[in-house]
């Protein structure tokens, strides 16, 4: 990864936008800049340092398709199925054994 793909780079300050309230935080090997975040609904999100918009960083966390599209195959270590794509910055790769794999 070269600097200017790398946000963590460009942002000046960071704004998080993301639903309060997770009683769990999943981290995952290989990315400090993503994590799991489990809520008491049962709604699981994708917590990631997602883009920088004129040098603001955004970091959000949207909900993983628990109802039909995605799947916890297992917990610890965690695996999820398929991939997870943010849609906002294309941030796309595999949760696999408690570890981020890039797609
Ligand atoms: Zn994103």
Known sequence: MTATEDPRRQATEWVELVEPGWSRVITLVGSNTKNIRVYPDGTWRFWH???????????????LRLDGGHRVVTEDPLTI???????????????RDGRWVPA
Request: include cysteine; charged fraction near 15%; glycine fraction near 14%.
């Open 49 to 63: 340092l997602c883009k920088v918009v004129d040098g603001t960083g955004i970091i959000c966390a949207p909900a």
């Open 81 to 95: 199925d398929p991939s997870i794509l943010c849609p906002d910055c294309g941030a796309h790769g595999f949760v």
